[in-house]
């Protein structure tokens, strides 16, 4: 049973469309987050939320909209597609604010823009 | 972006010697610090995590943190070939859900 789950794990699409990609857990944490990593293995915080309330932006594009219904899933939606936007996207959860416990990673989505 | 840096390598060892990984952070409020291993399309998994000034040691591996000096470290005794992985240094800034990753180290043991 998967403790934090993506999906899809490869998505490939064309410049201009707009994508979802889903995060579950069944770990009961509070805290989940995204995070993107380029082709250089650089792993770049994008969006946490806490509870369903989002805590940080880290200046990304307003194309990526997070979304979060409950506090399970934290839904990754990216309007206009761009090719700088291929990457992947990892979802990742944490106990609690503070609690400076390790992170628990999905396996990754790997977007690719054509 | 809060600035963790690291040596992006990439770093080669033979098999048996230590290989040694650093990384700088820029936050002095950092609080907790955690080394990831990431292998080839894999997510990355922690391997150590430190929280105080000194070393810490778990098997093969010794993370050395001084806060002083902002840089932590990792030591990989004995490096084996399944050690062959990017690692990933991470800082928390303990004012909650601020985890900020370094650019990774690539790491090849040769056999």
């Known amino acids: 049973d998967t403790a934090v789950s993506q999906t899809p794990k490869y998505l490939v699409t064309q410049m201009g469309n707009d994508k979802s990609i889903k995060c579950e857990q069944n770990l009961g944490h509070d805290t989940m987050y995204w995070y993107k990593q380029d082709s250089k293995k650089f792993l770049k915080i994008m969006f946490s939320?806490?509870?369903?309330?989002?805590?940080i932006n880290e200046t990304v594009p307003n194309r990526f909209s997070p979304k979060s219904p409950d506090k399970a899933h934290l839904n990754l939606h990216i309007n206009s597609l761009e090719l700088g936007d291929s990457a992947v996207y990892f979802c990742?959860?944490?106990?609690?604010?503070?609690?400076?416990?390790?992170?628990?990673f999905g396996s990754g989505t790997q977007l690719s823009v054509l | 972006q809060k600035e963790v840096e690291q040596n992006s390598g990439p770093l080669s060892v033979p098999e048996g010697a230590i290989a040694s990984l650093n990384c700088t952070y820029s936050?002095?409020?950092?609080?907790?610090f955690f080394w990831y291993r990431q292998y080839s399309g894999k997510s990355p998994e922690l391997i150590m995590s430190i929280y105080s000034n000194g070393d810490k040691e778990d098997g093969r591996f010794t993370a050395q943190l001084n806060k002083a000096s902002q840089y932590v470290s990792l030591l990989i005794r004995d490096s084996q070939p399944s050690d062959s992985a990017t690692y990933l240094c991470a800082v928390n800034l303990n004012t909650g859900n601020q985890f900020y990753f370094g650019t990774g180290t690539s790491l090849t043991v040769i056999p």
């Open positions: 936050d002095r409020v950092s609080q907790s």
């Open positions: 990742a959860t944490e106990p609690g604010a503070a609690t400076n416990e390790k992170l628990f």
């Open positions: 939320y806490n509870n369903k309330e989002l805590i």
